[in-house]
């Protein structure tokens, strides 16, 4: 079974392998090889380098935002199951569900938070002087209160603009990814250039380096293609 480990290792083995060969030899290999595994390699030293740029200004921006986000108010967390229709699961400042890590063992889910979006109206189904239109209207008007806050935090630090950066890195190593998968090398230079465009494909998501294992399975019928494989 490939697992991400096992290829991140059998990657460094290629790319040690290929440095072990000869100059004249990989140049004489480069002369033969499909050009557009060729592109793909000259291509990939800005790629690698643009979504290394884009991670460093993300990862950046989310310790910018943990700093100047406002506090999540207590009574914003919904406790009663009985309420979660006017609750959303707890994002980050990415949109991801924030998934609790301090219970090891046991199954936990997101918190969920009340949303102005649920709660707006909500207060005006109950009579005037009733404990709970009078809860639910303090709710509507602190979840949004919360929620404006929350979101001018992610804009000052440009959130927004950090994801789109980082996703036109990560496209164009999926890009190149799929595209060295369907090419066949005719050369140990074109393998070792599928091998490392595959490579940089895992280290940018869990999904994107399943993408990257699955690609892999081609690499087998490459070698075999390159250097024969009859089975005694």
């Not at 790319?15 to 072990?20: E, P, R, T």
């Not at 207590?74 to 991801?96: A, F, V, Y």
């Not at 005006?124 to 303090?138: F, G, I, W």
Request: charge should be positive; charged fraction near 30%.
């Amino acid at each position: 079974m490939i697992t991400r480990r096992l290829f991140l290792r059998s990657s460094a083995a290629a790319g040690a392998s290929f440095a072990a060969v000869t100059a004249p030899v990989i140049a004489d290999a480069a002369q033969k090889e499909d050009p557009i595994l060729l592109d793909i390699r000259d291509r990939m030293p800005a790629a690698a380098a643009a979504f290394r740029a884009a991670s460093v200004a993300m990862d950046a921006a989310v310790t910018r935002f943990a700093e100047i986000a406002p506090v999540l108010p207590d009574e914003l967390i919904c406790t009663d199951r009985r309420e979660h229709w006017l609750s959303e699961r707890e994002t980050d400042c990415r949109t991801k569900e924030v998934w609790p890590r301090d219970m090891p063992g046991r199954a936990t889910m997101p918190r969920r938070i009340y949303a102005a979006d649920r709660l707006k109206g909500i207060a005006e189904t109950y009579p005037r002087r009733s404990k709970l239109r009078s809860r639910y209207a303090r709710l509507y008007q602190t979840a949004l209160t919360y929620e404006k806050a929350f979101e001018a935090s992610r804009v000052e630090v440009g959130i927004a603009a950090r994801e789109e950066e980082l996703y036109l890195a990560i496209d164009t190593l999926r890009r190149m990814a799929s595209k060295a998968s369907k090419t066949v090398p005719n050369s140990l230079t074109g393998l070792v250039i599928k091998a490392e465009v595959l490579h940089a494909l895992t280290v940018c998501s869990d999904e994107d380096a399943g993408w990257a294992l699955a690609y892999a399975r081609q690499l087998p019928d490459d070698i075999l293609a390159l250097f024969g494989g009859g089975v005694a």
